[in-house]
């Protein structure tokens, strides 16, 4: 007898979003490449049973085979997707490796950048990585949209961090202007792109608390509440959560 779980499942998703560094088919192409080979990478599978055509192109036999079982076996094999997505980059085309050389951080024929021409993308986070561009957030699901086949989508990260100053007196490290901008520019993009049709049925800030950050431990903070890691782990709300409060309010 099969067991039912009556649930849902569903997989979450790292992602970025990608534009041209400048108008061309080259770099057109790059944009593509970078997010086939972070985001359709998983996404085609599940959708089409295979990996990106442009993938099976630039990796050759490299790339591992699908057999007709487990391409069927994959295929709409989810109920949801989430997303954890912060930022978009730029991308231009870059020439393929010699042969010694080849590696996942190569096969894209990608260059990616936060930065065009000095200038940054958007305002600068804590980490290196992480730029405020929000319209990327409604571009990026609405491609999904058209080309995914609009599936179920929660949005399970999306924020913004500050350093982690221990000489700011607490009332001052509770003042995240920054961050309330980015939510609430992210949120106005994502209400742009349900409107559009995206099929987005959830949102969780990144994050409710700070707390220990991959790389970066305790060097950066990405909560709503601050968290005191001197006096044992003391919580204070930032101003960002109490504009959160307020948002949920209306």
């Known amino acids: 007898m099969q067991a039912v779980q009556g649930g849902k499942i569903g997989i979450s998703l790292v992602l970025?979003?990608?534009?041209?560094?400048?108008?061309?088919?080259?770099?057109?192409?790059?944009?593509?490449?970078?997010?086939?080979?972070?985001?359709?990478?998983?996404?085609?599978?599940?959708?089409?049973g295979d990996y990106p055509l442009s993938m099976k192109g630039l990796v050759g036999n490299r790339l591992p085979r699908f057999t007709k079982k487990q391409s069927e076996m994959l295929k709409g094999a989810f109920d949801f997707i989430g997303l954890n997505y912060y930022t978009t980059y730029y991308a231009a085309n870059l020439p393929p490796a010699n042969g010694l050389n080849i590696s996942y951080n190569t096969d894209s024929q990608a260059n990616i950048s936060g930065v065009r021409n000095g200038v940054p993308i958007g305002p600068q986070a804590a980490s290196p990585w992480l730029y405020m561009y929000p319209r990327g957030f409604s571009e990026l699901l609405l491609y999904i949209k058209e080309n995914y086949g609009n599936p179920t989508i929660y949005i399970t990260e999306n924020g913004f961090d500050e350093a982690n100053n221990m000489s700011l007196p607490l009332q001052e490290a509770l003042k995240d202007d920054a961050r309330i901008e980015y939510h609430h520019k992210h949120l106005l993009s994502l209400l742009s792109a349900i409107r559009d049709g995206a099929n987005v049925k959830g949102y969780f800030a990144w994050s409710l608390l700070d707390n220990f950050e991959w790389a970066y431990g305790y060097t950066v903070r990405f909560g709503l509440n601050f968290i005191d890691y001197n006096d044992g782990l003391k919580r204070y709300p930032k101003n960002s959560a109490r504009w959160f409060k307020e948002f949920l309010k209306n």
């Open 16 to 48: 970025l979003w990608f534009l041209p560094s400048s108008p061309s088919k080259s770099n057109n192409d790059a944009a593509r490449h970078a997010f086939d080979f972070i985001f359709g990478w998983f996404m085609d599978p599940l959708v089409g």
